[in-house]
């Protein structure tokens, strides 16, 4: 019972946790990321961003993942990346000092107030803000609960044992606070929950100490998880980052009995002595690390080069020195985003080969075009809203916008490919299990066609010819009739009990699917230009109210041949 109330302290405290970091990104996110893409060369003023962030977040993991998304981006160098990382290391410290204090008789305001807010409130933000109201309530309740769990604990002889022997070994003690903080995948949570032992004397203050390194240690090991398919310029500042943290801790390690005197003379009791350690520790790390910034980036670089597969997947002709002049900024745009479909022209044709033959060579190769489909509409997209803040004409500004969404709708057919038809294969393969004769003539005949709809897509995004826009939308609409012929033929050889048709149906009807969301992605294209022209129709549902609404019409009126002249 005592285990299980300590487990369910430490399952509300992550909770809570949670909660104030969920209710600050939803409130406050874009604010953040704007602070965080601001911040520039100047070391000190890019450690107050990652402390300001951290602060607000309660996590340097989550801050981490933000940064390692600019830094690959090419929107932040990698040595002020460091130092925002050392300012969020400090920063989560903040909450770790206001809740050493007891706040216990907050709890019923805060618990009440929040869910007041979260429940009551109309307004999103004001929902998150009770969120974030609600989950501190919640910390602050949990670390009782972890008190109140764990004072039995102090009379175990067997416990005080296993402590003593843990004590003796501070490298175990070391790696078991890391392990445990990757475990909790965060560190605020870890040494809110050191503290309450040490608070309810179950450790003492060495052991507390260890712990609380460990915990640091740990937090540098928590992002490098996350993003373990990423990039290499994305994972150089988490690699930094726990460079700088694993050499503090381990230096600080050989150093705890000092540590640990030093702490104990410090006022109030020993949570507090706990956070302060905590927060010292975080202190010194900024204040010795800050300055070798621009040494470890070149260290980093050098250590962790970006591979020629990675450098070919980046784009290379969005040049920052045209932002100014919008015109010639647009044409490099314009040719990334003609490279990007040409990459996707690559991934739907090597879909045909999956489909057909269920090879497996081609999906490593869709997979690695797909990843550069991703980083090219990342890079592009940040391009053109950079483009957007410039002053531009209104013929300039209509046609980024038309950049943007062509893009976005460019790489979700990437995702339609990756994540469909290339597991759709996958699938065949694994039930091997193979198409009709006249399934796969369908669906080969339907992937043509679309085929042809994203090189009909590109000419008109190009010319922007009226005449090609509406061909492509009448397109559509000829390969909505195509999918609805080709699912008829394929129920009817399910009636008739072809085998093939029903070990495959699934898949066949998925594939089609997918085609012709392909298709719709494609044709958003032409409805811009189609709209200036005005000869868009607003909506088929309305189109078929008018022409429902002639034949009422038509069938209202006199006869010609029986009306008086």
């Given at each position: 019972?005592?285990?299980l109330?300590?487990?369910?302290?430490?399952?509300?405290?992550?909770?809570?946790?949670?909660?104030?970091?969920?209710?600050?990104?939803?409130?406050?996110?874009?604010?953040?990321?704007?602070?965080?893409?601001?911040?520039?060369?100047?070391?000190?003023?890019?450690?107050?961003?990652?402390?300001?962030?951290?602060?607000?977040?309660?996590?340097?993991?989550?801050v981490?993942?933000?940064?390692?998304?600019?830094?690959s981006?090419?929107?932040?160098?990698?040595?002020?990346?460091?130092?925002?990382?050392?300012?969020?290391?400090?920063?989560?410290?903040?909450?770790?000092?206001?809740?050493?204090?007891?706040?216990?008789?907050?709890?019923?305001?805060?618990?009440?107030?929040?869910?007041?807010?979260?429940?009551?409130?109309?307004?999103?933000?004001?929902?998150?803000?009770?969120?974030?109201?609600?989950?501190?309530g919640?910390?602050?309740?949990?670390?009782?609960?972890?008190?109140?769990?764990?004072?039995?604990?102090?009379?175990?002889?067997?416990?005080h044992?296993?402590?003593?022997?843990?004590?003796?070994?501070?490298?175990?003690?070391?790696?078991i606070?890391?392990?445990?903080?990757?475990?909790?995948?965060?560190?605020?949570?870890?040494?809110?929950?050191?503290?309450?032992?040490?608070?309810?004397?179950?450790?003492?203050?060495?052991?507390?100490?260890i712990?609380?390194?460990?915990?640091?240690?740990?937090?540098?090991?928590?992002?490098?998880?996350?993003?373990?398919?990423?990039?290499?310029?994305?994972?150089?500042?988490?690699?930094?980052?726990?460079?700088?943290?694993?050499?503090?801790?381990?230096l600080?390690?050989?150093?705890?009995?000092?540590?640990?005197?030093?702490?104990a003379?410090?006022?109030?009791?020993?949570?507090?002595?706990?956070?302060?350690?905590?927060?010292?520790?975080?202190?010194?790390?900024?204040?010795?690390?800050?300055?070798?910034?621009h040494?470890?980036?070149?260290?980093?670089?050098?250590?962790?080069?970006?591979?020629?597969?990675?450098?070919?997947?980046?784009?290379?002709?969005?040049?920052?020195?045209?932002?100014?002049?919008?015109?010639?900024?647009?044409?490099?745009?314009?040719?990334?985003?003609?490279g990007?479909?040409?990459?996707?022209?690559?991934?739907?044709?090597?879909?045909?080969?999956?489909?057909?033959?269920?090879?497996?060579?081609?999906?490593?190769?869709?997979?690695?075009?797909e990843?550069?489909?991703?980083l090219?509409?990342?890079?592009?997209?940040?391009?053109l809203?950079?483009?957007?803040?410039?002053?531009?004409?209104?013929?300039?500004?209509?046609?980024?916008?038309?950049?943007?969404?062509?893009?976005?709708?460019?790489?979700?057919?990437?995702?339609?490919?990756?994540?469909?038809?290339?597991?759709?294969?996958?699938?065949?393969?694994?039930?091997?299990?193979?198409?009709?004769?006249?399934?796969?003539?369908?669906?080969?005949?339907?992937?043509?066609?679309?085929?042809?709809?994203?090189?009909?897509?590109?000419?008109?995004?190009?010319?922007?010819?009226?005449?090609?826009?509406?061909?492509?939308?009448?397109?559509?609409?000829?390969?909505?009739?195509?999918?609805?012929?080709?699912?008829?033929?394929?129920?009817?050889?399910?009636?008739?009990?072809?085998?093939?048709?029903?070990?495959?149906?699934?898949?066949?009807l998925?594939?089609?699917?997918?085609?012709?969301?392909?298709?719709?992605?494609?044709?958003?294209?032409?409805?811009?230009?189609?709209?200036?022209?005005?000869?868009?129709?607003?909506?088929?549902?309305?189109?078929?109210?008018?022409?429902?609404?002639?034949?009422?019409?038509?069938e209202?009126?006199?006869?010609?041949?029986?009306?008086?002249?």
């Amino acid at each position: 019972m005592i285990l299980l109330n300590l487990i369910g302290g430490i399952a509300l405290l992550l909770w809570g946790t949670s909660m104030v970091k969920t209710g600050v990104l939803r409130t406050f996110g874009n604010a953040l990321r704007r602070l965080l893409a601001k911040a520039t060369s100047a070391q000190a003023r890019a450690a107050a961003a990652g402390f300001g962030a951290a602060a607000c977040l309660q996590s340097s993991t989550a801050v981490a993942m933000l940064l390692s998304a600019f830094v690959s981006r090419g929107m932040i160098a990698l040595a002020p990346a460091l130092a925002v990382m050392l300012g969020a290391d400090l920063g989560t410290t903040l909450v770790v000092q206001v809740l050493a204090f007891d706040l216990s008789a907050l709890v019923p305001v805060l618990l009440a107030a929040g869910a007041a807010l979260a429940l009551i409130a109309r307004s999103n933000r004001a929902q998150q803000i009770g969120r974030m109201v609600l989950g501190f309530g919640l910390m602050i309740l949990a670390l009782g609960l972890i008190v109140e769990a764990s004072e039995p604990m102090r009379e175990s002889e067997v416990l005080h044992l296993v402590l003593e022997r843990l004590g003796a070994d501070p490298i175990l003690a070391l790696l078991i606070g890391a392990g445990l903080t990757w475990l909790f995948h965060s560190s605020v949570a870890f040494v809110l929950f050191a503290m309450s032992l040490a608070g309810a004397g179950v450790i003492g203050l060495p052991l507390a100490v260890i712990l609380v390194l460990g915990a640091n240690l740990g937090a540098g090991l928590v992002p490098i998880g996350l993003t373990a398919g990423s990039p290499t310029a994305a994972r150089r500042v988490l690699y930094g980052n726990l460079a700088f943290r694993s050499g503090a801790a381990l230096l600080a390690l050989a150093l705890v009995g000092p540590l640990s005197a030093y702490a104990a003379d410090l006022p109030g009791g020993a949570e507090r002595q706990v956070a302060h350690v905590h927060t010292l520790f975080n202190v010194t790390l900024l204040v010795v690390c800050l300055p070798l910034t621009h040494l470890a980036a070149r260290l980093l670089e050098r250590t962790f080069p970006e591979s020629d597969h990675e450098d070919r997947l980046r784009p290379h002709r969005l040049d920052e020195a045209l932002l100014d002049r919008p015109s010639l900024a647009l044409t490099a745009a314009t040719r990334e985003l003609l490279g990007m479909a040409d990459t996707l022209e690559t991934m739907l044709r090597r879909t045909a080969v999956i489909l057909e033959t269920g090879d497996e060579g081609p999906i490593e190769e869709i997979r690695a075009l797909e990843q550069s489909v991703d980083l090219t509409h990342e890079d592009l997209q940040d391009y053109l809203v950079r483009l957007l803040r410039m002053p531009l004409d209104a013929e300039h500004h209509g046609r980024v916008i038309e950049l943007l969404l062509f893009a976005t709708n460019l790489e979700h057919v990437g995702d339609i490919i990756d994540k469909g038809l290339v597991r759709a294969g996958q699938k065949k393969q694994r039930l091997e299990v193979d198409f009709s004769p006249e399934g796969w003539r369908d669906l080969r005949t339907y992937h043509a066609r679309v085929l042809d709809q994203l090189r009909l897509a590109l000419t008109v995004f190009v010319t922007r010819d009226g005449d090609s826009a509406r061909e492509l939308v009448a397109e559509k609409d000829r390969l909505r009739g195509l999918e609805a012929e080709a699912t008829e033929r394929h129920l009817e050889r399910l009636r008739e009990g072809t085998p093939a048709s029903i070990e495959t149906s699934g898949l066949h009807l998925d594939i089609l699917r997918d085609l012709k969301r392909i298709a719709a992605h494609l044709t958003a294209v032409a409805h811009p230009l189609l709209e200036e022209q005005g000869v868009l129709r607003g909506s088929r549902l309305k189109s078929e109210k008018k022409a429902k609404r002639s034949k009422l019409d038509a069938e209202r009126a006199p006869d010609p041949a029986t009306s008086p002249r």
